[in-house]
T-cell receptor, first 113, second 113 residues
Framework: DAGITQSPRHKVTETGTPVTLRCHQTENHRYMYWYRQDPGHGLRLIHYSYGVKDTDKGEVSDGYSVSRSKTEDFLLTLESATSSQTSVYFC????????????FGPGTRLTVL | AQSVTQPDIHITVSEGASLELRCNYSYGATPYLFWYVQSPGQGLQLLLKYFSGDTLVQGIKGFEAEFKRSQSSFNLRKPSVHWSDAAEYFCAVAHENNNDMRFGAGTRLTVKP
């Protein structure tokens, strides 16, 4: 299994509070991704990174920001959490970009009350 | 924009029976196509992928998929299903110039004894 960890694995928070999720990899892969998974929608890309300090938006980026200061860490921040951001969040990594195999972390279940 | 449709939300098959999960995509150019599997509470694992060449692709766990350009389809098949195949299956599409991989909504597979 690819060395990907996500923290925390579960979090309950209140509307309006900031939340940061962390993805850590030990594979030295260049690309890292954040997805959210919701019933009926599959996985949707939030943001991705193609190198340290290099990030770009995905399909559902509104309300989220990301940062990557080291190759191994990719942070997802909800500046002011809303109930619509209740979801399961997955981090993924890949060596190359589009079309390369993505390896997924175990997920973080976030509940915003 | 590229999109993926999995027409079947839930499929039930008997153990030992054959399986076909449908996937249709919408994209102008030849896409990169993937099938991922997700066991309950887990991240996603790649089953197989198609980039070019032979349109019949073999994957792990005895799965295969066939790319049919004329039908814009990439259906997943397995000749004999095992109880351990019960999971959710996601079809995904990407393109060489676009890191925004799009997933279908998923098909949940139940295997009857």
């Amino acid at each position: 299994d690819a060395g990907i960890t996500q923290s925390p694995r579960h979090k309950v928070t209140e509307t309006g509070t900031p939340v940061t999720l962390r993805c850590h990899q030990t594979e030295n892969h260049r690309y890292m991704y954040w997805y959210r998974q919701d019933p009926g929608h599959g996985l949707r890309l939030i943001h991705y990174s193609y190198g340290v300090k290099d990030t770009d938006k995905g399909e559902v980026s509104d309300g989220y920001s990301v940062s990557r200061s080291k190759t191994e860490d990719f942070l997802l921040t909800l500046e002011s959490a809303t109930s619509s951001q209740t979801s399961v969040y997955f981090c993924a990594i890949s060596e190359g970009g589009a079309g390369d195999t993505q390896y997924f972390g175990p997920g973080t279940r976030l509940t915003v009350l | 924009a590229q999109s993926v449709t999995q027409p079947d939300i839930h499929i039930t098959v008997s153990e030992g029976a054959s399986l076909e999960l449908r996937c249709n995509y919408s994209y102008g150019a030849t896409p990169y196509l993937f099938w991922y599997v997700q066991s309950p509470g887990q991240g996603l694992q790649l089953l197989l992928k198609y980039f070019s060449g032979d349109t019949l692709v073999q994957g792990i766990k005895g799965f295969e998929a066939e790319f049919k350009r004329s039908q814009s389809s990439f259906n997943l098949r397995k000749p004999s299903v095992h109880w351990s195949d019960a999971a959710e299956y996601f079809c995904a599409v990407a393109h060489e110039n676009n890191n925004d991989m799009r997933f279908g909504a998923g098909t949940r597979l139940t295997v009857k004894p």
